[in-house]
């Protein structure tokens, strides 16, 4: 019955679908050379290469946080077993790109297919894993249902839910409950996390091993951000606003204006989460009288400008390097699901946020209860807070290395997960 009801609405949700697969395909950038994978595309040439990946253990992340998260964990999986073959697949193009730019041994990299059953079985046949581990929130159920027929273990790792969405998941729990029981381990990011997951399915496996992300490393060699090619030479404080979303970037532009009258040193990078609005948002800067260069147009400024639109992708942390002081976005200007703040912290930035993250309140509270971030309240709160940070170095620079300092204390979740994943393939 399941699967009966999905099957049967899933074609005309597509229809709904498709339009958007389309517009993403063509406006954003990243690897499309083997798209058609998503719709089981594969060519003789790939199906023969995918032939020495039968048994390896297949690691599906969606989009570019994910997917960074995910190599970490592959790359740790692979020191302590060597012997593993790995399948890593991505939904999106740019998620794509950055894993195929990666050096990893014994590892393939595909798209995944949409979740009609026939394409499910198809890469299932071509693939014939030995085990699926999905990412945080991608219950996909053909993709569940059919690995599960084959007797192939799936696991939810690093998995989340939010207060907001379990409500969701709550009033649907007849079709969510049995299908996370299909799950033979959830791997929760907290003991919150896990229990909203029993709160759905009571039978559901789900164990508490920590969130990946508190795990990451910083690439060596990290290349430098070369701010001064846009703003020029001189010493000038940083502001990088990360994975800014529509409305955000309104607030931080006028905020930012209104800042440089007191200090004219101020220098903004805007980084939106998706690179495609880069036409909007030079739209927008222009219409709010700002000098500024679009990165995806021009390696340098001449004359130089007050703000960088990093309209690019792959990029965040060799930006972030050379920032000041970080916004993080989806946070600010109605926004309060948030974004990864992990990534400035192991930076050893000051991190500004919204006091709201409904998708990563367990890293905001941790940071919060060590002051080590700052947490507005509102939006208007925003200038007073950023105006204390331009002007007090040495408060940067204390609550950036408190925030880093606290998130190496809080590694160890990769073991945990790898532990649990070789148990299952016993």
């Not at 990893?104 to 059953?117: E, Q, S, Y």
């Not at 009258?261 to 739209?283: I, K």
């Not at 990534?343 to 946020?353: Q, R, S």
Request: hydrophobic residues 45%; contains cysteine; glycine residues 6%.
């Amino acid at each position: 019955m399941l699967k009966f009801i999905y099957n049967l609405f899933l074609p005309v949700g597509f229809l709904f679908f498709l339009p958007g697969v389309i517009w993403k395909y063509r406006n954003r950038g990243g690897w499309k050379d083997t798209f058609r994978e998503r719709f089981a595309g594969f060519s003789p040439k790939r199906i023969e290469e995918l032939k020495a990946f039968h048994g390896a253990v297949w690691i599906h992340a969606v989009s570019v946080g994910e997917t960074v998260v995910a190599l970490s964990l592959l790359k740790e999986y692979h020191r302590l077993h060597p012997e593993r073959k790995f399948i890593l697949s991505t939904t999106t193009t740019t998620g794509q790109e950055l894993a195929r730019k990666q050096e990893l041994p014994n590892t393939a990299v595909i798209f995944c297919p949409l979740d009609f059953r026939w394409m499910v079985r198809k890469t299932l046949n071509i693939l014939k894993p030995a085990m699926l581990v999905i990412f945080e929130t991608e219950i996909w159920p053909n993709l569940i249902l059919e690995s599960r027929k084959r007797d192939i273990p799936v696991v939810l790792v690093n998995a989340r839910m939010s207060d907001h969405s379990v409500k969701g998941y709550k009033k649907a729990s007849f079709f969510f409950g049995p299908l996370l029981e299909k799950f033979n381990l959830i791997s929760a990011q907290s003991e919150g996390d896990a229990a909203r997951f029993k709160d759905i399915s009571p039978k559901a496996n789900a164990v508490v091993t920590g969130n990946l992300k508190f795990d990451q490393k910083l690439p060596e060699n990290l290349p430098a951000a070369e701010f001064e090619k846009y703003f020029g030479s001189g010493e000038y404080v940083v502001l990088l606003a990360a994975s800014t979303h529509p409305g955000e970037e309104d607030l931080i532009v006028e905020t930012f204006r209104k800042l440089q009258n007191d200090f004219p040193q101020l220098r903004l990078v805007l980084v939106p989460r998706h690179a495609e609005r880069g036409a909007d948002l030079s739209t927008m800067l222009t219409s709010q009288g700002v000098s500024f260069a679009r990165r995806s147009r021009m390696a340098a400024a001449e004359p130089p400008v007050d703000v960088l639109l990093a309209d690019t992708t792959g990029e965040m942390l060799r930006l972030m390097s050379g920032a000041d002081i970080v916004i993080m976005g989806k946070s600010l200007a109605g926004h309060d699901e948030g974004h990864n703040l992990i990534e400035p912290a192991l930076l050893n930035k000051p991190i500004v946020t919204g006091h709201v993250l409904r998708n990563f309140r367990f890293i905001l509270n941790v940071l919060l209860q060590d002051n080590a971030l700052v947490a507005v309240t509102s939006d208007a709160e925003l200038f007073p807070q950023l105006s204390k940070l331009i002007s007090d170095a040495d408060l940067r620079k204390e609550l950036g290395q408190r925030a880093g300092d606290i998130i190496r204390q809080h590694a160890g979740a990769t073991d945990r997960t790898v532990n649990y994943l070789e148990e299952l393939l016993k």
